[in-house]
């Protein structure tokens, strides 16, 4: 398999030949315009400049300066990043690519980028779709970009106490593979899955497979270790404490900006074997909202519970309904969940819900009906929307060569405030892509419910103009996140900060607590070399260590 | 009813007549000594010095120069503070306790001390273990500790979101009742409840009703309101967000050395109706941690889930046993939970534990059963250890009157370190109690568990020497956490660090993330007023902001 370059994942895995076809099919009864597909340029000719830096010759053999490493890490993976690439504009590259081997060379790197006052962007992945990993230097005189995919192993596990001890630079399917054998499992599955890593996960406080209780992988790091300018910070493994604010929760979050994640222990699940699972449709929104709310303040704590509205349904599920598709799902190790199941339709139910006609018998042993990574199947459509959820990056990426804006959004809001707040973002929306594109489809789905609110999810696919993509979506998503700050939502439930989302942050962040976080960057990071740009409101100015 | 100021909670409620006379004989049975009672002195022979400071006009009204008030606001309620009360031993005592009646008052009060280099003490109930609360000054002129008790209010309810905005100087029995009326709980009681406050839950991390998944306080926070010296903090309502490091987790845990905790949003609950619980038995105490280990990662989560060795099952549940007595408690709102208690019962079956004859039928209804505020009843074993849990601190004083050395400390591990650490605590504890006292009992039982470690909470009983009982404790206390310390325990599971856990947490918490802790204390509080002496390394010397 070749990583893309320029877009998501695997070349060999891109969407072609019949579902290529099928899905311009789709687009086409949606959206007009003319779907002219554009080749990605070749690297060569991107004319990339020198690199400004070379490695002292005890380094030089972790950093590359081949021209696809340096594209290949110029940009996230968002729309707009594509679209970029697509297009040859690559204003920015990272002048190194450096893939330490173990923590002593991430030390090592770091010191030698502290001293220089070169800038270092941490790179797990790569798929972060807020700009967080770009290079954009910032006022430094080069930068490094720090890929930690070789720390990719599982180095311990206690099975006792069900954790591992897991390299920062593990991408999710190899993960599970080491585990595997263990009969242990993370169950950490955000849509990256394929092409993200632990320590991206932790820097960003990722959402993953859990739709309730666990959402964030934050509630599954028990411990971690952090390579700083300043030294290595380790807290120690504690199932639970009390003892004064949480270090790891500094971390967790901080986008490569205060440190380098380079391990955790991860707490760990036995692999389930027990699912039970239904869609159940409604014939209007507000009842399938008001279902969903009363099964995530239930106490039932589904792992899945995902309402996609009507136009997510028929896009996604390939299901036709009135009002909205919830997608519910109970898994354990342990015991069957065909009762919470029951007790869930039973409030769908009351809301005017009606399951679907596949769901009966499908509690108990599930072990014969799971993916290779452990994910059930719960119905056709769910099981159609899901493997559509798998696919959609690859889509998107197939959409944007065609001249189509395919992205999305996410919050999250309390339930008192759900409707006010879905009601302006998607008119907000709206405006905003028949202003700049004429017309266009909106979707939204629920990614995780609490029993305090939901985490909506919206789609937003419209004709775009070859050239102005870019310009196109940013007034988009800049009218949402208007939106989304003015209703009292967060810039972002699982998509993180990075430089995109860093106008409304500023304004979600309370001010004491920017000054509280500023100083501690300052403490850790006094050079100010860490992924600058990113998340904090102004670069920390280099403090001559150089 | 008058609140004690040498001991814990009411004067009216302290232990008298039959139940002390039943607790001298228990205690005469397991301890040698004369058991002499040693009355509290009065206030008035205590000689206080007068308050080093006054405060402007405009402040004069929210502050008492009372002596009792000053003599209750000297100490916390930990062992060694009745102690030091009952023998007259007040070396601080506040200058002045201010009692703002809103936040605008609380904003002054912090100003005037801010300006004047005032060291500024936060307090809730009052009910620190740690030393949290002590007016040491530690080099500031004088002290002023800023009672929030008069911020006692639920200022609105979102029963939809099932949250409330609550002012955080509200005990906790004000906060259920004002909470009662809408059906709905915070359902955090910590053996404290009656005389701790939401402020204070918040900024020591308590730890609360739930053994499971809920267990400490952070979790059912919203958002939070704090009055800092460079302004107010308050971050947005959300049911969950990944924008940046957690602002609400900075403050979770920062015992007033960060700011003043003015109000906050709290998730709340429906009031549970349906509940199950029995007590199970076993032979022997590894058996019994297997099976509670078990339960714990089971996925069952069930609300209560303790486990008493043998000692403390016969000391406070009147149960003797070979090995251990498993306290388990399922409950909701929403669903019967029978086969959840049955599932667990067998978990513990498979580990030789015997549950006890009275708890079949306890499934189903338990609206009768429940107590006043809301806690079950699960079987006559685990009310008598109920009602003894909620008697403790009480009981501590009768005893601590009579010299006898009672105290707890905590911690929580990981369960492949649980059984080294169980005996080298143990062994510690034993050792230190030998040689101080000569003899006495050591007891241990699980308040939390979590599904990779436990939270051990240990009981100590011996025969003290009136007059040398602070520094009796102090020698056990200091054996015991580095017994915990090396075996890779927390200093604290919820009972905070404050200034007598310091040198333990000081070697616990990672280096950079102590930088930067200090840090941010730096950008919020330049003048060092807030707490000084507690959870931080060094106290940051005022600045000449004075």
Not at 92 to 100: I, S
Request: glycine share 12%; proline share 7%; charged share 20%.
């Amino acid at each position: 398999m070749t990583r893309s370059w320029w877009g998501w994942g695997n070349v060999e895995d891109a969407v072609r030949g019949a579902e290529l076809d099928a899905l311009l099919g789709r687009v086409r009864a949606l959206l007009p315009g003319g779907l002219t597909d554009h080749e990605p340029p070749s690297v060569a000719a991107l004319g990339l400049p020198e690199p400004r830096v070379s490695p002292p010759a005890s380094l030089a053999g972790l950093c590359s300066a081949d021209p696809t490493d340096r594209a290949g890490h110029a940009h996230g993976k968002a729309f707009r990043d594509v679209v970029r690439n697509l297009q040859g504009d690559l204003r920015h590259v990272p002048d190194l690519v450096a893939r330490p081997r173990h923590e002593q060379d991430v030390t090592d790197l770091l010191d030698w980028c502290t001293r220089e006052g070169i800038a270092v962007v941490p790179y797990g992945g790569g798929s972060s779709v807020v700009g967080g990993v770009e290079p954009r230097g910032d006022g430094h005189p080069a930068v490094v970009t720090l890929d930690l995919g070789r720390l990719s192993r599982v180095l311990e596990v206690d099975a006792t106490s069900r954790a591992a001890r897991v390299q920062a630079g593990v991408l999710g399917p190899r993960l599970e593979d080491q585990l595997r054998p263990h009969g242990l499992t993370l169950r950490h599955f955000p849509q990256s899955f394929e092409f993200s890593t632990l320590g991206g996960w932790l820097a960003t406080r990722a959402g993953g497979h859990y739709a309730t209780r666990y959402t964030h992988i934050d509630d599954l790091l028990e411990s971690m270790r952090v390579v700083t300018p300043v030294g290595i910070s380790e807290s120690r493994r504690l199932p639970g404490s009390g003892a004064g604010p949480s270090p790891d929760r500094l971390f967790l979050g901080s986008e490569g900006t205060l440190g380098i994640i380079t391990e955790a222990w991860m707490r760990l699940q036995e692999r389930p074997r027990l699912r039970a699972g239904t869609t159940v449709r409604f014939g209007d929104y507000a009842s399938a909202v008001a279902a969903t709310r009363a099964v995530a303040q239930s106490g039932l704590n589904p792992a899945n519970c995902r309402l996609l509205d009507a136009t997510e349904a028929l896009i996604n599920a390939g299901v036709s309904v009135g009002g909205g598709l919830l997608v519910l799902g109970f898994e354990s190790a342990d015991h069957p969940v065909g009762g919470s199941l029951e007790r869930a339709v039973e409030l769908c139910r009351d809301h005017g819900g009606e399951p679907s006609v596949d769901s009966a018998g499908e509690a108990g042993d599930g072990r014969a009906r799971g993916g290779s990574d452990g994910r059930g199947r719960d119905g056709s459509a769910a099981e159609t929307w899901r493997s559509s959820f798998l696919r959609m990056p690859y889509q998107r990426d197939a959409l944007a060569r065609h001249s189509v804006i395919a992205e999305t959004f996410e919050t999250a809001c309390t339930w008192d405030r759900f409707g006010a707040l879905h009601q302006a973002v998607t008119e907000a929306a709206r405006r905003a892509v028949d202003e700049v594109a004429g017309t266009g489809v909106i979707a939204c789905r629920f990614t995780h419910v609490y029993p305090d609110g939901p985490a909506p999810y919206f789609s937003v696919y419209a004709p775009g103009r070859w050239g102005s993509m870019v310009r196109q979506w940013d007034d988009i998503k800049t009218a949402v996140s208007e939106a989304i700050a003015e209703s009292g939502g967060t810039i972002t439930h699982h998509h993180a900060v990075g430089r995109d989302h860093r106008p409304w942050y500023d304004r979600q962040r309370p001010g004491p607590f920017a000054a509280a976080l500023t100083a501690a960057k300052s403490a850790l990071d006094p050079g100010g070399v860490l992924n600058p740009g990113v998340l904090l409101p102004e670069p920390v100015r280099p403090q001559g260590t150089g």
